[in-house]
T-cell receptor, first 116, second 115 residues
Framework: SAVISQKPSRDICQRGTSLTIQCQVD?????MFWYRQQPGQSLTLIAT?????????ESGFVIDKFPISRPNLTFSTLTVSNMSPEDSSIYLC?????????????FGQGTRLTVV | AQKITQTQPGMFVQEKEAVTLDCTYD???????LFWYKQPSSGEMIFLIY??????QNATEGRYSLNFQKARKSANLVISASQLGDSAMYFC????????????FGSGTRLLVRP
């Protein structure tokens, strides 16, 4: 199974600022995914990040608000830009295990973001 | 469109007893995968078990088993011999062939294990 390190684990930010969340994997993975979990809610996919190409965003999420980088096969970042209290959520990255494609999906520890 | 439904917002179970968490799904994909995750209060998502749509047998992982009924489109999670550490949110999720490996999640069930 892939080991995923996500940083920071939590942060409290001022509205109008930006926060960049990092996701590091201990093995090369084809696909990395970024999810948002609003308080008391389920997980919603923000975007899929593939190495060497632009991220693919889900309906309701835009690149200007959630820019994503994927410089190599083991690392990705998600930035939450111009934050408002509505962005307070848990943000999680997930990867596809290339050794068992489609059968497992592992998550980082999550970043608990509070915007004040 | 794919959809996952978890109809139990909360469940109680006595320690050492078994509990079943319900999950139904809807998809037009001929091939798909079903997942269960545990989310403790820390917020991390812990992978528990996977069932492929073409798997002949129900998946099992230790105390976790998946009661897969394809005709009924249900994929219930059974936890045997509940432990206090099992208290958490549980999410059912689905991934289809055409969904580019993204997961669609249900609304979750909060399980509380009583001593």
């Amino acid at each position: 199974s892939a080991v995923i390190s996500q940083k920071p684990s939590r942060d409290i930010c001022q509205r109008g600022t930006s926060l960049t969340i990092q996701c590091q994997v201990d093995s090369q993975v084809t696909m990395m995914f970024w999810y948002r979990q609003q308080p008391g809610q389920s997980l919603t996919l923000i975007a899929t990040a593939n190495q060497g190409s632009e991220a693919t965003y889900e309906s309701g999420f835009v690149i200007d608000k959630f820019p994503i980088s994927r410089p190599n096969l083991t690392f990705s970042t998600l930035t939450v830009s111009n934050m408002s209290p509505e962005d307070s959520s848990i943000y999680l990255c997930s990867v596809e295990d290339r050794s068992r494609p489609g059968t497992e999906a592992f998550f980082g520890q999550g970043t608990r973001l509070t915007v004040v | 469109a794919q959809k996952i439904t978890q109809t139990q917002p909360g469940m109680f179970v006595q320690e050492k007893e078994a509990v079943t968490l319900d999950c139904t799904y809807d998809t037009s994909d001929p091939s798909y995968g079903l997942f269960w995750y545990k989310q403790p209060s820390s917020g991390e998502m812990i992978f528990l078990i996977y069932q492929g749509s073409y798997d002949q047998q129900n998946a099992t992982e230790g105390r976790y088993s998946l009661n897969f009924q394809k005709a009924r489109k249900s994929a219930n999670l059974v936890i045997s011999a509940s432990q206090l550490g099992d208290s958490a949110m549980y999410f059912c999720a689905m991934r289809g062939v055409d969904s580019s490996y993204k997961l669609i999640f249900g609304s979750g069930t909060r399980l509380l294990v009583r001593p």
